[in-house]
């Protein structure tokens, strides 16, 4: 059986140079931007406030409730549920949805204050292999208790969306070796809805559980 | 001496062992940054921190610095605030008495295989890429916001022929035909002004200045010039002192080149003669130690600025883990999310009840406080910074999206 090799990434953050003032820019960047734009909307929260922040909302979100004033956008742009989509033009479709409908029941269109405008930004992403290889599970989860937070992110958040893998590298490593079991509730796991460091310890303790009995 | 091993305590093992992975692809390649002046100013102070740091995760990084005459840096220095947005006239003549600059310091030069340039002082030794060859690579640290048309269409003739810019806020953001790349600034953890203090060095530096550490003390640590707003910090603790006792330490360096400069200070010096309370400190360069132990040792820190570039005196004072309240301008909101890590406020009225809240809510402000030095920690330190350099560099050698090194 082949060992887990773990892999680390890091991104490069790129400047579009296109912004919006108002839903229907947004709404037209969003239509226009690259796939790696919409990643690192949906995405940046969760490596900038990862010690911080349990329920990380997107940029979208967060722009429309703090700068536009716009709750019940922002709530509907927050409470994607990114794990339902197998890729990013999917989650594209399900903004350009929400927002088109947000559009037609406005009664105005309010322009952001000066200054406050949404940057669009994208990302690329360099990764590279880590000197670490696990062949069972024990030494699986011992590398986890000390391996950079990136080298979890990608395999969890990369693998999944960015690289078009449709599931979790974790995951299908544990089904290879037979314990399907454990890739479904791996696969279970919302990893979007907590911080990275409360994702790393459930993911150990899961492993160790399940590798104890 | 610091080392990148040093900072293992600080940012954990698995981010510095990944450092020393990126590094290792630049191995061959000699990165030559190049900035018009070695000791003062926030260019020099990160290149004096960060190029050790380079050399011992392995990177040939090396620093030249291009020499110019009077006349030089008063063109640059008209062009640094064309660049703020300030209205100037710069005559033909100089523009050309700053490229003949350029090229003589080229002249005697050696460039490296990526030529960091950093500011617009250098930017036009790009003059001598078709000779020398290279990847080029253009770093504003400056706030580029609004530059006056005219110089920024006389810079951009020479940014176009770049590989990348790199900007430390997404607004500096221009239409430009090469790559653009958000780089923030960062802070060194490790140096006096950021490292952990013994409390006797804390409570010595306020015995000196005739602070009484035993009663709640508000500080902002800045220039005094106008855009840090220090009359408005003046009003905003007098109007919590009404209801909460508290001191305010006004601590930064002297005059400034802003014209109403040294009416502020004047302000400010009769606002402080009237309350024994509020101290304000002249500190020379210098101050770093002074500096960190007055932050150390306040139980608020304000930076009610009203215009700011990145505001890294932000991420000082939370690095230390204090409440900390300021100005909701410029790079600040990247820093401190309101009510989490931090209190973002756009009034004087604002400050005035957040110094009050924050002194009488002491659980509150430590949990701010914990919050504001974990963001840091995590998004504001150098060792992020040499991350960041790093993929700038790897970046010039790849073209595609995702890249596996």
């Known amino acids: ?213 | 001496m610091t080392h990148i091993n040093d900072y293992k305590e600080i940012v954990g093992r698995g981010t510095i062992e990944d450092l020393f992975l990126l590094a290792d692809r630049l191995q061959g390649k000699a990165v030559q940054n190049i900035n018009s002046t070695a000791v003062g100013g926030g260019v020099a102070e990160i290149l004096t921190r960060m190029l050790p740091l380079l050399q011992d995760l392995g990177v040939d990084a090396r620093w030249d610095v291009i020499k110019g005459n009077e006349r030089f840096y008063s063109t640059t220095k008209k062009i640094h605030n064309a660049l703020h947005g300030v209205q100037v006239d710069i005559l033909s003549d100089e523009f050309e008495d700053f490229l003949e600059t350029n090229r003589q310091n080229a002249s005697g030069m050696t460039f490296g295989d990526i030529v960091f340039i950093h500011d617009p002082q250098p930017i036009a030794l790009v003059e001598q890429r078709g000779t020398v060859g290279g990847r080029w690579v253009w770093r504003c640290h400056i706030d580029f916001s609004r530059p006056d048309d005219h110089v920024w269409r006389f810079l951009k003739s020479f940014v176009d022929r770049y590989d990348s810019a790199v900007f430390s806020a997404p607004a500096f953001a221009r239409a430009l035909a090469i790559p653009q790349i958000l780089i923030a600034p960062s802070i060194d953890p490790l140096s006096d002004k950021n490292r952990t203090l013994p409390e006797e060095t804390i409570d010595a530096v306020f015995t000196r200045f005739g602070i009484d550490r035993s009663r709640p003390v508000v500080t902002q640590i800045s220039r005094f010039d106008y855009l840090k707003d220090p009359v408005g910090v003046i009003k905003a603790y007098r109007l919590a002192k009404r209801r909460v006792d508290c001191q305010l330490v006004l601590a930064g360096g002297g005059a400034t080149d802003d014209p109403e400069g040294p009416a502020i200070m004047q302000q400010v010096n009769s606002e402080a003669e009237r309350d024994q309370d509020i101290h304000v400190l002249f500190l020379p360069p210098s101050s770093d130690i002074e500096i960190n132990a007055l932050q150390r040792g306040s139980a608020v820190i304000l930076q009610k600025s009203l215009r700011e570039g990145f505001g890294l005196t932000v991420a000082e004072a939370l690095w230390k883990g204090r409440p900390t309240i300021a100005g909701a301008v410029g790079g600040i909101p990247l820093q401190i999310k309101h009510k989490y890590s931090g209190i973002l406020t756009h009034s004087i009225e604002g400050t005035a009840h957040w110094i009050k809240q924050l002194l009488q809510e002491p659980a509150f402000a430590a949990r701010l406080g914990k919050n504001g030095h974990q963001h840091v920690r995590d998004n504001f330190l150098i060792t992020r910074h040499i991350k960041d350099y790093l993929l700038l560099f790897l970046s010039l050698y790849h073209a595609d999206d995702i890249v596996h090194l």
């Open chain 1, 1 to 213: 059986m082949q060992p887990f090799a773990f892999n680390t990434k890091y991104d490069q953050t790129i400047l579009l140079g296109r912004k919006a003032k108002n839903l229907q820019t947004l709404l037209a960047g969003i239509r226009a931007v690259p796939e790696s734009s919409l990643y690192f909307h949906t995405h940046r929260f969760l490596l900038q406030h990862h010690f911080l922040s349990p329920e990380p909302p997107n940029d979208f979100a967060y722009w429309a409730t703090e700068v536009l004033n716009d709750d019940p956008l922002g709530e509907n742009l927050s409470s994607v549920d990114i794990l339902q989509f197998a890729s990013l033009e999917d989650l594209r479709k399900f903004f350009i949805t929400v927002l088109d409908e947000s559009l037609q029941h406005a009664d105005r269109l309010p322009d952001c204050p000066r200054g406050e405008e949404f940057h669009f930004m994208a990302c690329r992403t360099f990764v590279l292999p880590t000197p670490y290889a696990a062949e069972t599970l024990e030494a699986f989860s011992s590398i986890l208790e000390h391996i950079s937070i990136s080298a979890l992110y990608y395999h969890i958040f990369d693998a999944r969306l960015r690289l078009g893998r449709g599931d979790n590298d974790f995951s299908r490593w544990f089904a290879d070796l037979g314990h399907e079991e454990l890739a479904a509730k791996m696969r279970m796991l919302d990893p979007y809805t907590q911080t990275l460091e409360g994702l790393r310890s459930h993911i150990i303790t899961m492993v160790r559980d399940y590798d104890a009995h």
